[in-house]
Every structure is written in C-alpha cells, then in structure tokens.
C-alpha cells in the first residue's frame, strides 16, 4: 500500500514513524516472506516492526500471524544484536576482523531469530568462525 503523506497532520516524529512503518506492506512482506517457519516469521517480525508486529499484522490482513507473534512475544525471544549471547568483541578475540563484524553480527542475529537454540555463546562463536572460514577461502 501507499505510506500516506502525514505531513498536513500534527503528529508527533514517532508517530509518523510508526505509522510509515506501519503502512509499509512492502516491508511487511519482505519480512514474512523470509520464513516458511511461522514462528520464525513471527519473530522476524518482532525484530523489524517492535512493539508494532501485531498491529501490522492487523492492518495486512494477517489475522492468524497475529496470534503467533502474540506467542512469541511471550517467549521474550531474541529480537536484536543487544540480546545475542554473543558481542562484536568475543568475535574480534576469536580472530575475526573489526571490519566484518557488523555483517556477522547480523547474520548471527539472523540465525537465532530463525532458530533460538542457538543463542548460546560457544555455538554461536563457533558460527561465526566458520562463516569467517568459509568467507576467507
């Protein structure tokens, strides 16, 4: 859908950003798209829209999905590189170099919205070695 023009309306910086990501049906589907798995999706949409998921959900039509976020919220999964079990500086004492980490952090993060099991740090230290491997060869 089109992003309304807010700019007539007085509203709050926050509030028209909400409401932009809000209106984002492009972005929502970039995001469930990415997931076969719903709950995986459901995190994924977490991570992008915060405390806004379900009523994103609403708002595209998604009615069951909002149930499912509602779920995983719950579960106060990890939803952002804050939460990871791992930091940019156990990967740099591991050999990984200061100017990928950003790219690795979030492929880390990627992986355990899409499986949270492996939010632990030696599993995900040893992912991140081995995708530091596989991108070095």
Do not use: W
Not at 59 to 70: E, I, N, Y
């Amino acid at each position: 859908g089109q992003i309304p023009d807010l700019s007539c309306m007085k509203l709050s910086n926050e509030t028209v950003k909400q409401t932009r990501l809000l209106c984002n049906g492009e972005l929502y589907m970039q995001t469930v798209s990415r997931f076969k798995d719903s709950a995986a999706c459901a995190r994924m949409l977490l991570s992008v829209f915060g405390e806004l998921a379900e009523d994103a959900a609403v708002l595209h039509g998604d009615l069951s999905r909002r149930q499912t976020v509602l779920d995983e919220r719950a579960k106060n999964p990890c939803l952002s590189l804050r939460d990871l079990a791992v930091k940019g500086n156990d990967l740099i004492a591991i050999g990984i170099e200061p100017k990928r980490l950003s790219e690795l952090m979030q492929k880390l993060l990627y992986e355990v919205i899409e499986h949270p099991e492996l939010n632990q740090r030696e599993l995900l230290l040893s992912i991140a070695q081995k995708a530091s491997k596989n991108e070095t060869q």
